[in-house]
């Protein structure tokens, strides 16, 4: 498997409420040399984490202990820029499985169901509740929920629906990239093809 499955996710979440995150800021085009999925996270919003002389910048919420979990919740327009995939690289690497907003750009989002993560898009008023829920505990729990494509606060009960393609769905349900999903139906491929003429 590429990645592990992602079926039911019940965790807390790093607030980043900033509105038209890019991909540079996401991960530097300085750090893009590597081509393995190895190491990105420590370079997540590397220039927002830490000054010049590496020491964490205190006011950045990676760098506040009280923030934790699986799911980073970002504001409108997350993703947007060039179309590197170490964005999304950065993000699995750190420990994140799923990126909430109200906008995704589009390329960045199939580059995050391409590796696992999945990104959440909900309406600006259920992202608000999301963000002063986790201001108001630190501790809240969310539930996201891909086989009923549900987000839940579960402290109140308060739920949106998202969307997904079925075919991205269906990988990362299996912990499935392009290629996992192709060796997974290698005989359908090999039966087809005898059946055509040469």
């Known amino acids: 498997m590429a990645y592990d499955k992602f079926d039911i996710l019940t965790t807390t979440a790093v607030p980043l409420p900033i509105e038209n995150v890019d991909t540079d800021q996401i991960i530097p ?29 205190g006011d950045f919420i ?39 907003s109200s906008f995704f750009a589009d390329i960045f989002r199939n580059n995050c169901l391409n590796i696992g993560v999945l990104p959440v898009q909900i309406s600006p008023e259920f992202l608000e509740k999301t963000f002063r829920a986790i201001e108001a505990d630190p501790d809240t729990q969310i539930e996201v929920n891909l086989p009923e494509q549900t987000i839940t606060l579960l402290a109140t009960g308060a739920q949106e629906t998202f969307g997904i393609n079925s075919y991205k769905k269906s990988n990362l349900l299996n912990g499935f990239d392009d290629i996992d999903y192709l060796l997974n139906i290698k005989e359908d491929i090999e039966a087809f093809a005898q059946k055509r003429p040469l």
């Open 29 to 57: 085009a300085r750090f893009l040399k590597a081509t393995e999925r190895k190491g990105f996270g420590d370079n997540l919003f590397r220039d927002w984490r830490y000054h010049p002389d590496n020491s964490p910048k």
């Open 62 to 100: 990676l760098n506040n202990p009280i923030y934790r979990g699986k799911i980073l919740v970002g504001g409108k327009n997350f993703g947007s820029g060039s179309s590197r995939e170490h964005a999304a690289w950065a993000i699995y690497d750190y420990g994140f499985r799923c990126v909430v």
